[in-house]
């Protein structure tokens, strides 16, 4: 059975960090591209960090800098590290995974809340 569980949302204030996991199973976990993406009230789903297989990373323009995407392939396990938060990140966080010839896979999200 595929599953991809987050963790790790919160309500932190503006400045702080939060680690984000997705823990996964039921797929070969290397093989995928991981990506966390996120959705704000009102707001379209949009990308926010994608891991490629072979180690190439790519972020959103507005996270450059502040966010951190890593992935343990022993562990079937992506991590999102966001620092310097801001109120403007405040959405629910999407683990997703993709391959060629599979089925697009997603977890049922994490909130994430950036407040005072």
């Known amino acids: 059975q595929v599953q991809l569980v987050e963790s790790g949302g919160g309500l932190v204030q503006p400045g702080g960090s939060l680690r984000l996991s997705c823990t996964t199973s039921?797929?070969?976990?290397?093989?995928?591209?991981m990506s966390w993406f996120r959705q704000a009230p009102g707001k379209e789903r949009e990308s926010v960090a994608i891991?490629?297989?072979?180690?190439?990373?790519n972020y959103r323009d507005s996270v450059k800098g502040r966010f951190t995407i890593s992935r343990d392939n022993f562990q079937n396990t992506l991590y999102l590290q966001m620092n310097t938060l801001k109120p403007e990140d405040t959405a629910v966080y999407y683990c997703?995974?993709?391959?060629?010839?599979?089925?697009?896979?997603w977890g049922q999200g994490t909130l994430v809340t950036v407040s005072s």
């Open positions: 891991s490629y297989l072979g180690g190439v990373v």
């Open positions: 039921g797929f070969t976990f290397s093989t995928y591209v």
């Open positions: 997703n995974a993709k391959a060629f010839g599979k089925p697009e896979l």
